[in-house]
């Protein structure tokens, strides 16, 4: 590992865990904690969770699993180019999407939607707070403790947003949304790592899918600079390696701009601490002429990709599945094994959102068949 920045996440001075231990003999702290990430039942699910497209649609296409090792990959040389903890922005990567839903976003809005209908007082669902309950509570893997037992700051990572309310009972690692404060950079920059993965994979994938196409996407400065670029240098390209290589060449863009960008404005800071980079506004931040040009991508993605009528037409049917399912369990509990069933309306909500949160596309479909079809 390269020297550390003096406001950069040090290990030995981690805020420690929920439940004390003994240090790791051979690994820093945050390693210890990257290392239980992979080790845990959810992380493994997430080979099986929709990014965009289900699982079954095609074998090529971005998975939780395969997004959550690029966003990894991105955090570790931004982390490396800033003199952060590679490990912590590491592990807070492949945490960060542990607790999504099947089914990607249309399954947890209507997980969100079924607990505010049924169980007002069970404070709804929201991904990243999943997320942190899936390391703090959900994982069942040591004898001493529930979860996994992470530091303060790669939970603090973990948890990207969160509403007020949930904030005010989340103790230490809730504050920060009270006193509007930053985490620390290595949480910010794993954040903006992840909006770059699926920014470009999503163009890949679209792309793939044949519900995008590169026309379209000309009409966006950061494809067309790069596409221009390669069609330049190599005429005869064939249609895939073109793709490939223009993404490439976006990646590199983002990443170098949000270091340059990231760098200037610790230099004009001079944050001396990692308290000095949660005081104060964030400092990870792609240029304004950069930031422009994400936003247009993310856009284009919107309208052009996430509300396609094919992309609609599962994400409706993942989400008649996921209410089809907790209405069913909510009515009738006796449906769910034993250690899913619990006194009171508001707990047993809360655990057969924990069980369909947990459950992978096919899971649900599975359950789902077996519930409503003979
Ligand atoms: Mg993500």
């Known amino acids: 590992m390269t020297q550390l920045a003096l406001y950069a996440c040090d290990p030995e001075h981690t805020r420690g865990r929920m439940h004390p231990e003994e240090r790791p003999v051979n690994r820093s702290q945050f390693q210890r904690d990257r290392d239980r990430i992979i080790h845990c039942n959810a992380f493994r699910l997430l080979e099986y969770k929709t990014q965009v497209f289900v699982n079954h649609e095609g074998d090529l296409f971005r998975t939780r699993l395969t997004h959550s090792i690029e966003v990894a990959q991105i955090a570790r040389t931004l982390a490396r180019n800033l003199g952060l903890h590679e490990d912590l922005t590491e592990a807070i990567s492949l945490a960060h999407d542990l607790g999504h839903t099947p089914f990607g976003h ?17 404070g709804g669902f929201e991904h990243n707070l999943q997320s942190l309950r899936v390391v703090d509570e959900l994982e069942e893997r040591y004898a001493a403790f529930n979860g996994l037992n992470l530091c303060f700051e790669t939970r603090e990572g973990i948890l990207k947003h969160c509403s007020l309310s949930h904030a005010r009972r989340l103790g230490e690692v809730g504050k920060r949304f009270l006193e509007g404060t930053q985490p620390s950079l290595e949480a910010q920059i794993a954040n903006l790592a992840d909006e770059i993965a699926y920014n470009n994979h999503d163009v890949d994938d679209g792309l793939r899918s044949g519900l995008i196409t590169v026309g379209q996407l000309q009409m ?52 001396d601490s990692v308290d000095a980079v949660r005081s104060g506004k964030p400092l990870a931040a792609f240029s304004p002429s950069m930031r422009a040009q994400a936003d247009a991508l993310k856009s284009f993605l919107l309208a052009n990709l996430y509300r396609h009528h094919r992309v609609m ?16 369990f909510l009515d009738e509990p006796r449906l769910l094994q034993d250690e899913y069933r619990r006194e009171g309306d508001v707990a047993q909500a809360r655990a057969i959102a924990d069980y369909i949160a947990g459950m992978t596309d096919r899971y649900a479909i599975r359950e789902y068949r077996e519930l409503f079809e003979m």
Do not use: W
């Open 106 to 122: 249309a399954g947890q809005e209507e997980l969100n939607a079924c607990l505010h209908e049924f169980a007002p007082d069970a």
């Open 220 to 271: 966006l400065e950061i494809f067309s600079t790069h596409y221009s670029r390669v069609m330049g240098q190599y005429p005869n390209l064939d249609r895939r390696r073109a793709i490939s290589e223009t993404i490439r060449g976006m990646i590199n863009t983002l990443v170098v701009d949000l270091t340059t960008t990231t760098l200037a404005n610790i230099e004009r800071r001079g944050p």
């Open 313 to 328: 037409r599962m994400t409706t049917k993942a989400r008649r599945i996921v209410r089809g399912l907790f209405e069913a």
